[in-house]
């Protein structure tokens, strides 16, 4: 095991590597435009001089392609892993969706493919896992829908007690995921920051390990393999730019610090410019970007994207850094813009995706118009989780299905007419 203990990215002080310092205790909160904000969350230490000696583009390759191929950077033995076989994406080059926007090398992380449909699995496996090293027995999460599904999956491989806690607004295929995995699912009316504050009150004489984004350190651990698997993936090297969903930023910063991890082990020579794409309806993320702050927003809307609106979180100083450190970029995009990628995701590559895991790819649109990337960089957009979580919107934007008769003179007349109208086009 290579993990060394805690450092607050506030004041560095130094901790073992135990929950109670997940938050730092010396950095205390404060309360900002009715926010409670904490800048003093912890980030988890790592021997890198044993693990040059211990690590290889060699020894990855010769394990399976998902999450466990990089244990040792993960802080993961070898017996008794709790896993669903997550990671190990495809990564898709795209030729239809990057003609449609202009540029010649696009590629897409489809996390979609992971064991409960969303990249959250790289999350839980390490929260579970670690649950069961410091000995809990519940395990529990405020979320917007991905995180509780995941976690409430691997709680239950783990058999481990889950609670989960989410808005009341929260899409059903992701209520219904966490309750048929067997969590005790709560629903309260509020947005995430409000229901996170109480819960975080709720929990403090309980013992359960909170697993909530922004909060447990291991889930920007998870975050990591992304960009380990990308960069095997292109034959070890970066890409240009890494476009990604933003809401936490747990997810971004946990990208950035896996592709810095990989140059400093001499495995990659580049690292990306890493850009965080968020709502127009609310991003504190790409808000404290453009107007160089770390203040929570004021207020925020609601989105087709849920999962990435937010006024503040407990992440957002670490995913400002990597911002800042990878000269990367942040921008604002509309539910229009979304829906239409959306679409192009879906009827241009055949990968069917959710609102809050598409609008990087409205993002990087926007940013082929602005100029803002050329047309032949190497360009990866993380798409973050599964259409079917939402299946009621994704037939409010596409046409309806035409119901016909039983016959079939009626069957070959639709037909007849379709291909008429195909073969005009
Ligand atoms: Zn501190």
């Given at each position: 095991?290579?993990?060394?203990?805690?450092?607050?990215?506030?004041?560095?002080?130094?901790?073992?590597?135990?929950?109670?310092?997940?938050?730092?205790?010396?950095?205390?909160?404060?309360?900002?435009?009715?926010?409670?904000?904490?800048?003093?969350?912890?980030?988890?230490?790592?021997?890198?001089?044993?693990?040059?000696?211990?690590?290889?583009?060699?020894?990855?390759?010769?394990?399976?392609?998902?999450?466990?191929?990089?244990?040792?950077?993960?802080?993961?033995?070898?017996?008794?892993?709790?896993?669903?076989?997550?990671?190990?994406?495809?990564?898709?080059?795209?030729?239809?969706?990057?003609?449609?926007?202009?540029?010649?090398?696009?590629?897409?992380?489809?996390?979609?493919?992971?064991?409960?449909?969303?990249?959250?699995?790289?999350?839980?496996?390490?929260?579970?896992?670690?649950?069961?090293?410091?000995?809990?027995?519940?395990?529990?999460?405020?979320?917007?829908?991905?995180?509780?599904?995941?976690?409430?999956?691997?709680?239950?491989?783990?058999?481990?007690?889950?609670?989960?806690?989410?808005?009341?607004?929260?899409?059903?295929?992701?209520?219904?995921?966490?309750?048929?995995?067997?969590?005790?699912?709560?629903?309260?009316?509020?947005?995430?920051?409000?229901?996170?504050?109480?819960?975080?009150?709720?929990?403090?004489?309980?013992?359960?390990?909170?697993?909530?984004?922004?909060?447990?350190?291991?889930?920007?651990?998870?975050?990591?393999?992304?960009?380990?698997?990308?960069?095997?993936?292109?034959?070890?090297?970066?890409?240009?730019?890494?476009?990604?969903?933003?809401?936490?930023?747990?997810?971004?910063?946990?990208?950035?610090?896996?592709?810095?991890?990989?140059?400093?082990?001499?495995l990659v020579e580049n690292?990306?410019?890493?850009?965080?794409?968020?709502?127009?309806?609310?991003?504190?993320?790409?808000?404290?970007?453009?107007?160089?702050?770390?203040?929570?927003?004021?207020?925020?809307?609601?989105?087709?994207?849920?999962?990435?609106?937010?006024?503040?979180?407990?992440?957002?100083?670490?995913?400002?850094?990597?911002?800042?450190?990878?000269?990367?970029?942040?921008?604002?995009?509309?539910?229009?813009?979304?829906?239409?990628?959306?679409?192009?995701?879906?009827?241009?590559?055949?990968?069917?995706?959710?609102?809050?895991?598409?609008?990087?790819?409205?993002?990087?649109?926007?940013?082929?118009?602005?100029?803002?990337?050329?047309?032949?960089?190497?360009?990866?957009?993380?798409?973050?989780?599964?259409?079917?979580?939402?299946?009621?919107?994704?037939?409010?934007?596409?046409?309806?299905?035409?119901?016909?008769?039983?016959?079939?003179?009626e069957i070959r007349s639709?037909?007849?007419?379709?291909?008429?109208?195909?073969?005009?086009?």
């Amino acid at each position: 095991m290579y993990a060394t203990g805690l450092k607050c990215v506030n004041c560095g002080a130094l901790y073992p590597l135990q929950p109670e310092f997940f938050v730092c205790p010396k950095c205390g909160l404060e309360k900002v435009r009715g926010v409670s904000v904490f800048r003093g969350t912890t980030e988890v230490q790592y021997d890198y001089e044993a693990l040059k000696k211990s690590v290889s583009k060699e020894l990855f390759a010769k394990r399976p392609f998902n999450l466990l191929r990089y244990r040792e950077l993960l802080d993961l033995g070898e017996e008794n892993i709790i896993t669903l076989s997550e990671g190990g994406t495809s990564l898709i080059k795209c030729k239809n969706l990057a003609k449609k926007i202009g540029l010649n090398n696009l590629w897409l992380k489809n996390e979609t493919s992971n064991p409960t449909h969303s990249f959250k699995d790289r999350e839980s496996v390490l929260v579970v896992n670690k649950a069961l090293e410091f000995g809990k027995k519940y395990v529990s999460c405020v979320s917007s829908g991905n995180a509780a599904a995941s976690l409430a999956a691997y709680a239950a491989r783990a058999s481990l007690g889950c609670f989960v806690l989410m808005p009341a607004t929260t899409p059903k295929g992701k209520i219904a995921q966490c309750t048929l995995y067997g969590a005790v699912t709560l629903l309260m009316d509020g947005i995430y920051e409000e229901i996170f504050e109480l819960y975080i009150e709720a929990i403090k004489e309980l013992d359960i390990l909170e697993s909530s984004g922004g909060y447990n350190r291991f889930k920007v651990e998870g975050g990591k393999t992304i960009a380990y698997e990308i960069c095997e993936q292109l034959g070890w090297r970066a890409p240009a730019w890494v476009i990604d969903n933003v809401g936490a930023g747990t997810h971004l910063y946990g990208m950035w610090k896996g592709f810095k991890e990989l140059r400093n082990l001499d495995l990659v020579e580049n690292v990306p410019k890493m850009v965080a794409i968020g709502p127009k309806a609310g991003s504190p993320i790409v808000t404290g970007f453009k107007e160089k702050t770390d203040l929570p927003l004021t207020r925020s809307e609601e989105s087709i994207a849920d999962g990435l609106v937010g006024r503040w979180s407990y992440d957002m100083p670490l995913a400002l850094k990597a911002l800042r450190e990878s000269t990367g970029y942040a921008e604002h995009v509309s539910d229009l813009e979304i829906l239409k990628a959306m679409e192009w995701l879906a009827q241009l590559e055949g990968v069917f995706a959710e609102p809050s895991g598409v609008a990087c790819v409205s993002g990087v649109s926007k940013m082929v118009e602005t100029g803002m990337v050329d047309k032949g960089e190497e360009i990866v957009c993380i798409i973050t989780g599964s259409g079917l979580k939402e299946p009621e919107l994704a037939r409010r934007i596409s046409k309806e299905p035409t119901l016909i008769s039983a016959s079939a003179e009626e069957i070959r007349s639709n037909l007849q007419k379709h291909l008429t109208r195909l073969g005009k086009e």
